[in-house]
């Protein structure tokens, strides 16, 4: 039986034929040096994506990171077995992509957008670029509507809008992966994609069947690039998965990301700058990284149409809130979270520090009469904490004052309004009207 072929002239056949490039750009490698490939050729650009075609016949997909002396500099996609001096670089005169699309719900891909859930690949309607540019300043719609994160401590004292960047600053094992767990859970935003950046490999699948669970799952995108992953892949974990929510933001949706942890991404650029050459700065850390961290947040947030509300948690050094790369995001930021060690080991959680934690939209985010209860709340707060030392060794003498005196008797109401148990979910309206419950017995004058 003859095969028929639909006429050439088709417009099928027609656009393939008119933007087809003929030419192979390809180059040989000519050494290797840690973690970076230095070839003669091809011509190329940074940002371009390439494979490196070993002896075996694998295709090895790598990224032009730089030039030295006239040689191109590039990084692997993957593993480095296989790739030697006179390994074939084959351009592909293009940067890296993710495919987009509302098949990719419930679903766990890996930091290059490709799917390790075992369910095939999703259906998707195009790709978006890993690398895009910020929305214009002037495009960015302000934040006046209050986003629930279905957490108390944090609608009530801190609470949210639509749009909004906070970190979420803590040590390792406060409680980090717990807190966004039950944010995706909670939250009253549209989609969840969640970026787990640099984590242990034990970790994402019990923070997807523990933290997230399958309710969270159903209506969240996990980007998973795990700690034994090459620096790059770890990159650009955080790209697809900015990429991904970029993607539902255009479609009028309100995103919830949520990054696990920026910290990961920039030792995983100070891994890339130290392979290409940079000088170390501030606490090993190279210059890009501090040009990429504003770059990867300003990112999200408003655009004309949708938004992007964003959660980025940073591992912070020995509990040091000051080291470099937390000074840099709280700086970026429209807000930040601490979470408090000592208060993990109270068993308080979720341990949010409410003094040192600020939500600098809130004000313009919730009624004169929540704010003021709020702003109560954290008075009676500080005032607790000041006296505390006294109060702990029995050196405060009650009716002393009367101030001090209203914070103790409040202390124990305040300490169970900030507790949450996992499993627990409380809407914005439930928290204000227990948070204007817990300070209605507080006369008007007092503070």
Request: include cysteine; charge should be negative.
């Amino acid at each position: 039986m003859t095969k028929v072929f639909p006429p050439f002239s088709s417009d099928q056949y027609r656009k393939k034929v008119t933007t087809v490039d003929p030419l192979r750009r390809m180059g040989q490698v000519e050494k290797v040096v840690g973690l970076t490939i230095e070839a003669e050729g091809p011509p190329t650009f940074v940002g371009e994506t390439c494979f490196f075609k070993t002896l075996s016949g694998q295709h090895v997909l790598g990224e032009v990171v730089g030039f030295r002396e006239g040689k191109v500099l590039l990084l692997p996609l993957g593993e480095m077995e296989g790739i030697g001096p006179g390994t074939e670089v084959i351009a592909l005169d293009h940067t890296l992509t993710t495919p987009v699309g509302p098949g990719l719900l419930g679903r766990i891909l890996d930091g290059l957008g490709r799917p390790i859930d075992g369910r095939g690949k999703p259906a998707t309607e195009g790709h978006y670029p890993l690398q895009a540019a910020c929305p214009s300043p002037m495009a960015r719609v302000r934040i006046r509507t209050p986003l629930s994160l279905g957490v108390k401590a944090i609608d009530g004292l801190l609470t949210c809008g639509q749009g909004q960047r906070i970190g979420i600053f803590a040590g390792s094992g406060v409680g980090k992966s717990t807190l966004l767990g039950m944010i995706a859970r909670n939250s009253s935003a549209d989609i969840n994609v969640i970026g787990l950046i640099g984590e242990r490999g034990r970790e994402v699948k019990e923070f997807i069947e523990k933290d997230l669970g399958t309710e969270g799952l159903a209506r969240s995108v996990v980007v998973a690039a795990t700690s034994d992953q090459p620096a790059l892949v770890r990159i650009k974990g955080a790209y697809t998965a900015t990429a991904i929510a970029e993607y539902f933001r255009d479609q009028g949706a309100n995103v919830m990301l949520m990054m696990d942890s920026v910290t990961r991404f920039a030792l995983a650029q100070r891994e890339v700058g130290l392979a290409t050459g940079e000088p170390p700065a501030t606490r090993g850390f190279t210059p890009s990284v501090f040009a990429l961290i504003p770059k990867l947040l300003e990112r999200s947030g408003t655009a004309e149409r949708g938004s992007i509300t964003a959660l980025y948690t940073v591992l912070v050094e020995g509990d040091d809130m000051n080291e470099p790369v937390a000074d840099t995001v709280r700086g970026t930021l429209d807000g930040h979270i601490v979470l408090s060690r000592s208060l993990a080991h109270e068993d308080h959680y979720p341990a949010i520090d409410i003094l040192a934690s600020v939500s600098r939209l809130m004000i313009d985010l919730v009624s004169a009469e929540h704010n003021k209860a709020a702003a109560i709340l954290r008075q009676l707060l500080a005032i607790y904490k000041a006296n505390e030392d006294l109060i702990n060794i029995g050196a405060y003498v009650a009716g002393s004052n009367p101030r001090v005196d209203l914070a103790i008797k409040m202390y124990p109401a305040i300490r169970n309004f900030l507790r949450q148990a996992i499993e627990e979910k409380f809407t914005l309206e439930q928290t204000e009207e227990m948070l204007q419950s817990l300070v209605a017995e507080v006369e008007e004058g007092v503070l």
